[in-house]
């Protein structure tokens, strides 16, 4: 079936750098994302989503960008702190079935922040 | 956000035996909850969709008969693990729909379920 993906398994950046999370979708129906945030032990995180009428949105430190023609959606974290370091998924699903769905997961990214 | 709790945190059975994990919503009520799945350094695998009022709606492939679902009020939702096995071992975790917005996903701590 369609799934989510992401590029990177694991991401390695300096502290106060910038870093970039990518994610391809393959579901062209998907009309809702969303980049979570899970450490470990713990339950997803939401960080930040974003709609398909829309091709960037802004959060405090993160940005998200959706790209819908390539199905490609990326998060942006600014000037990375060691509390970043986590595993980070993006999921999906149609808003337009009325926001009730269930999410799809991509594989996720291990942030790792280096000191 | 919502805020999601989870009981137990983490949960030892034996084979064969049946376990019990809560799911609340503490500061909304949500008509709409949902089970998902996480085996260890995987994604998360949504299991089905809890209504309040009616019957789970499970995703291809997940044992409606194994995974019971009740969703009894607007802030409580349990997922029963019936006849467990040592392959259900697996990271448990609850979500639940809230915002401002209405459509957004907020998850619990999950439950570690351990199967001997």
């Known amino acids: 079936g369609e799934s989510v993906g992401l590029h990177l398994p694991t991401l390695s950046v300096q502290e106060g750098d910038n870093s970039i999370i990518n994610c391809a979708y393959s579901?062209?129906?998907?009309?809702?994302f969303i980049w979570y945030k899970q450490e470990s032990g713990k339950g997803p995180q939401f960080i930040i989503d974003?709609?398909?009428?829309?091709d960037k949105r802004q959060g405090q430190r993160v940005t998200v960008l959706l790209n819908k023609t390539v199905k490609h959606l990326s998060l942006q974290i600014a000037a990375t702190q060691p509390g970043d370091s986590a595993v980070y998924f993006c999921?999906?699903?149609?808003?337009?079935?009325?926001?009730?769905?269930?999410?799809?997961f991509g594989k996720g990214t291990h942030l790792i922040i280096q000191p | 956000g919502a805020v999601v709790s989870q009981h137990p945190s983490r949960v030892i059975c034996k084979s064969g035996t049946s376990v019990k994990i809560e799911c609340r919503s503490l500061?909304?009520?949500?008509?709409?909850m949902f089970w998902y799945r996480q085996f260890p350094k995987q994604s998360l695998m949504l299991m089905a969709t809890?209504?309040?009022?009616?019957?789970?709606?499970?995703e291809q492939g997940v044992e409606k008969d194994k995974f019971l679902i009740n969703h009894a009020s607007l802030t409580l939702s349990t997922l029963t693990v019936t006849s467990a096995h040592p392959e259900d071992s697996s990271f448990y975790i609850c979500?639940?729909?809230?915002?401002?917005?209405?459509?957004?996903?907020?998850f619990g701590p999950g439950t570690r379920l351990t199967v001997t």
């Open positions: 979500s639940v729909i809230a915002g401002e917005r209405g459509y957004e996903q907020y």
């Open positions: 579901n062209s129906a998907s009309d809702y």
């Open positions: 974003i709609r398909s009428n829309m």
């Open positions: 999921a999906e699903n149609m808003y337009s079935g009325g926001g009730a769905d269930g999410l799809t």
């Open positions: 500061d909304f009520q949500a008509t709409t």
């Open positions: 809890s209504n309040e009022g009616s019957k789970a709606t499970y």
